[in-house]
């Protein structure tokens, strides 16, 4: 047996949730580094506004440049990928499984958009209770900033009290100053935006694709641009939610920061911001969310499409149709 047709012979062996599980954690793992830069910029500017926000995008990118060097800019990016692959993973698995479970269970449910938010929205908000404690440790090595402890002297605990050493590090201390609520603190407002996001942005991908003519559905362009207008217009109606989020997390890396303060909630937290930073605040680095989303987004679900396909996961019309016909024939048998 040559090379190949063993290699066919162990793709055809798996399930059809590993294959789903496979080509999610690929297309999350290559997506997340592809925009890792921007994304540590994002975090900077959410959460040392006075800092960073300042300067503006050029100058976070020089400061970045020179003070920590080209792998400054991936500071944070080993939790992120670590974290990204099994939710990435989990997420577009998820997604194939509760809509096939929605048709399995209500044969006549109309295959639209309005199947693609639900699943999506549930498909998200599973990711995320799995995967959580990894986004957490992501923001916080993401938050700290090499040579940048003099000029917080006043409101940042000093650099050698809050430098994390790696994954593991900010893991266990985390753990032992805060218990296993300790990683998950922020999480509410994660449920909150993946809710929404999660599902719009299924919504608006697959709902774009539809009416996308059937010669130039494999056109790899197009699935780009699908999947950047559907990630954009997610990104804008949830990303408030993601700035309280990330505040959240990294509050305890402040000195300044009260006991009292420490301990608010999700809402509580949002109105915080809006009175006393003011409404834009919650909008803090959307430009550049703009920037990380486009080709995040677009990169992520044109990946998926072609692993799944390579992976040879059969059209969801074919699979729908096939399991509808098996549920029907065991009520009747």
Known sequence: MGEGEEKNGIIDSMPLFAKELIAGGVTG????????????????????RDEFKRIGLVGSINKIGKTEGLMGFYRGNGASVARIVPYAALHYMAYEEYRRWIIIGFPDTTRGPLLDLVAGSFAGGTAVLFTYPLDLVRTKLAYQVVGSAKAQVKTIVPLEQIVYRGIVDCFSRTYRESGFRGLYRGVAPSLY???PYAGLKFYFYEEMKRHVPAE????ISLKLVCGSVAGLLGQT???????????MQVERLSAAVKEETRRRGTMQTLFKIAREEGWKQLFSGLSINYLKVVPSVAIGFTVYDVMKLHLRVPPREEMEAEAVTTRKRNVFT
């Open 237 to 247: 109606l949830t990303y408030p939610l993601d700035v309280v989020r990330r505040q």
């Open 29 to 48: 793992g290559i997506a997340k580094t592809a925009v890792a830069p921007l994304e540590r910029i994002k975090i900077l500017f959410q959460t040392r």
């Open 193 to 195: 935006g993946i809710f």
């Open 216 to 219: 130039h559905k494999k056109d």
